[in-house]
């Protein structure tokens, strides 16, 4: 091959949410582009992230409802058997066929798709693995994260969420270590499943960043749901039993033994370092690639976008901010870019939560005693005639004297569908008197939202 390097307008280095819609969108524009991305389409959440953990949660509250569906008159106890294998045969075709699907639209918008590793050798300057020399004016970093294992004796014994997917079976005995978003939500899930979970956690209470709270509901319901707590868990060593089980030791002495599987769920980092070849591009202390509000990192022609800068890693956010950087490069809209304020999110716990806005520790921290919060706890209707039933609690949190809306925060069912609605009258910029004149839908849940008093 020459020395000469092929030209586009826009180089993409990652095939994630991200990578997607940054290319396409720029391709929209009339932008010459190439997405550079060795592994399958998708990225982390097509392939072993939001879509088959969400297929898995769909799997786990169906557990759940039928567990509960003789209190509502139905006898299905003795006909009922779970095919694990059956239900991840069909994940896995689902995952294939999104992977299929995204790579057909790319194609079909006059994408180049190249499916190789990417080195970046200098300012607009891509090599690929085949040893491909590409060059641009503008080249995007889209190329995420990767699970973290702990520096800790025998770490190579546990998993992470990647080889999650893979199981061919669900463990007996799990522990997971980690008290973040996948650590709640995998927990939640094997337990409803039938497995035996441990759940440990560094601090007091899981997801220390949401509001107090959606964490203390959460420990109430995983307490309540059989599961085994372990809060300020420091993990020590992890070792293996001739018989093959695996046991875990904490550095306070404590130990949990007799496990299948030790799933390490202790957050996501980057990797850029080891790909980025070009000198002075700016990293973070935790190697996260750094940028502006504009998605510019500190060299020209270079942006990054997604879980690569370690901001707000949620793909609608790394969908929006891509597809805005493209409008901006090629689209003519020179002022585009992502607002990172009150971006909603949900935990696919049992039962999800949801959040918008600021906690109200974090509204304290800003505004002082001009806080005013309203809160509810509540049992759903829907539990009024089963035997077990699950918390639901709610809250407003508002800045005086307007009682502008800035935070809100729901545990229960059907807190992940409610908070889309409530997290754009937040952003408008609602009242508490706006909800106070909202007509309740009864009986719901959401309605709880527009009448606190």
């Known amino acids: 091959m020459s020395g000469e390097h092929e030209s586009f307008d826009y180089l993409v280095i990652g095939g994630g949410s991200a990578g997607l819609s940054g290319a396409k969108q720029a391709r929209l524009h009339g932008a010459h582009v190439a997405l550079i991305e060795p592994n399958p389409i998708g990225g982390t959440c097509v392939n072993?992230?939001?879509?088959?953990?969400?297929?898995?949660?769909?799997?786990?509250?169906?557990?759940?409802?039928?567990?509960?569906?003789?209190?509502?008159?139905?006898?299905v106890q003795r006909s009922i058997q779970f095919d694990y294998e059956k239900l991840r045969k069909s994940s896995n075709a689902y995952v294939a066929s999104l992977r299929d699907l995204h790579a057909s639209r790319l194609k079909q918008a006059g994408v180049e798709i190249i499916t190789e590793w990417a080195t970046l050798v200098g300012p607009g300057l891509v090599e690929t693995?085949?040893?491909?020399?590409?060059?641009?004016?503008?080249?995007?970093?889209?190329?995420?994260?990767?699970?973290?294992?702990?520096?800790?004796?025998?770490?190579?014994?546990?998993?992470?969420?990647?080889?999650?997917?893979?199981?061919?079976?669900?463990?007996?005995?799990l522990l997971i270590v980690g008290g973040g978003y996948v650590g709640v939500e995998l927990a939640g899930i094997a337990q409803a499943l039938g497995c035996k979970v441990t759940f440990a956690y560094r601090g007091n209470l899981p997801l220390p960043r949401f509001d107090v709270m959606l964490g203390e509901c959460l420990l109430e319901q995983m307490r309540n749901a059989g599961l085994e707590l372990l809060e300020t868990f420091d993990t020590k060593r992890v070792t293996r039993s001739n018989g093959g089980m695996l046991s875990v030791e904490a550095n306070d002495g404590r130990?949990?033994?007799?496990?299948?599987?030790?799933?390490?769920?202790?957050?996501?980092?980057?990797?850029?370092?080891?790909?980025?070849?070009?000198?002075?591009?700016?990293f973070d202390p935790n190697g996260f690639v750094c940028v502006d509000e504009f998605q510019r990192t500190?060299?020209?022609?270079?942006?990054?976008?997604?879980?690569?800068?370690?901001?707000?890693?949620?793909?609608?956010?790394?969908?929006?901010?891509?597809?805005?950087?493209?409008?901006?490069?090629?689209?003519?809209?020179?002022?585009?870019?992502?607002?990172?304020?009150d971006i909603p999110t949900v935990v696919f716990s049992h039962p999800p939560m949801g959040t918008v806005g600021l906690s109200e520790k974090q509204a304290r921290h800003r505004y002082g005693?001009?806080?005013?919060?309203?809160v509810k706890r509540f049992t759903n209707l829907y539990f009024s005639v089963t035997r077990h039933a699950q918390v639901t609690a709610m809250k407003l949190v508002t800045l005086l004297p307007d009682e502008r809306i800035i935070g809100i925060h729901a545990f229960g069912m059907g807190a992940d569908e409610l908070m889309q609605g409530f997290a754009v009258a937040l952003r408008m910029g609602a009242r508490k008197a706006d909800f106070d004149r909202t007509v309740a839908i009864h009986p719901t849940a959401a309605e709880e939202f527009v009448t606190m008093r």
């Open 298 to 341: 500190n060299l020209a022609g270079l942006y990054a976008v997604g879980d690569i800068t370690g901001k707000a890693c949620l793909t609608p956010v790394a969908v929006a901010a891509a597809s805005r950087l493209s409008d901006r490069l090629f689209g003519g809209k020179p002022e585009a870019k992502l607002d990172y304020d």
């Open 369 to 374: 005693d001009r806080i005013r919060c309203y």
């Open 48 to 75: 072993r992230g939001c879509v088959p953990k969400k297929i898995l949660w769909n799997a786990a509250e169906l557990a759940t409802r039928l567990s509960e569906c003789p209190d509502y008159g139905f006898d």
């Open 129 to 173: 693995s085949s040893g491909r020399k590409l060059r641009a004016p503008h080249v995007l970093l889209a190329s995420g994260t990767r699970p973290q294992v702990p520096a800790v004796e025998g770490a190579q014994l546990g998993i992470t969420s990647d080889d999650w997917f893979q199981l061919p079976e669900l463990p007996k005995r």
């Open 255 to 282: 130990q949990v033994a007799n496990l299948d599987v030790v799933l390490w769920a202790i957050g996501r980092i980057s990797d850029a370092r080891t790909w980025v070849k070009t000198e002075g591009l700016a």
